[in-house]
């Protein structure tokens, strides 16, 4: 309800709007399963990428190549940091639905916004790790689903720049 109101009171009661309404149902959507299955679903995540994308050629809050450099760069970036875990460690680090949200985060908000939703993402859940991990309630290498905190960034991002409105 609070993402509703405050996509009302940005754009208005618009087309715009209601994709933007769309967008975060979705990610809150996304966020519940991964917290209860540790799995975000291409039949979710892949759909919210492409929409991204069509609105934003359909005229969204920002043009087309931002969205398509932003798809880019979400699922790159992370693509580098499971790369980079994975050569050190040996063991995934991050899930690929967790790059395919990135990816469709990119899409929503632009490449040059999605830094500071990953930012933001990235910042929220290493706290929560910490506070998991320093209450006892995560042991050892257990790992955080970061679906929450992608979306959670990706909302907090999109009402706090410029990109959202119209």
């Excluded at 940005?10 to 209601?18: D, K, L, T």
């Excluded at 929220?124 to 679906?147: I, N």
Aim: hydrophobic share 60%; aromatic share 12%; proline share 2%.
């Amino acid at each position: 309800c609070v993402c509703d109101v405050l996509v009302v009171l940005n754009w208005g009661v618009s087309w715009q709007a209601w994709m933007a309404a769309s967008y975060c149902a979705t990610l809150q959507v996304l966020a519940r399963i991964d917290v209860q299955t540790r799995l975000l679903p291409d039949m979710l995540t892949l759909p919210l990428l492409w929409a991204g994308l069509l609105f934003h050629w359909s005229g969204g809050w920002i043009e087309l190549d931002d969205a398509v450099a932003g798809a880019a760069a979400g699922y790159g970036m992370l693509w580098l940091i499971w790369a980079a875990f994975r050569g050190c460690s040996g063991r995934d680090g991050i899930g690929f639905g967790d790059l395919k949200l990135a990816a469709a985060n990119g899409a929503w908000l632009g490449v040059e916004a999605l830094p500071w939703a990953l930012l933001a993402a990235s910042l929220a859940a290493s706290v929560a790790a910490l506070f998991g991990r320093a209450s006892g309630r995560l042991k050892g290498f257990e790992a955080v689903a970061f679906g929450p905190y992608l979306a959670m960034g990706a909302i907090l991002v999109l009402f706090c720049t410029q990109n959202s409105l119209s």
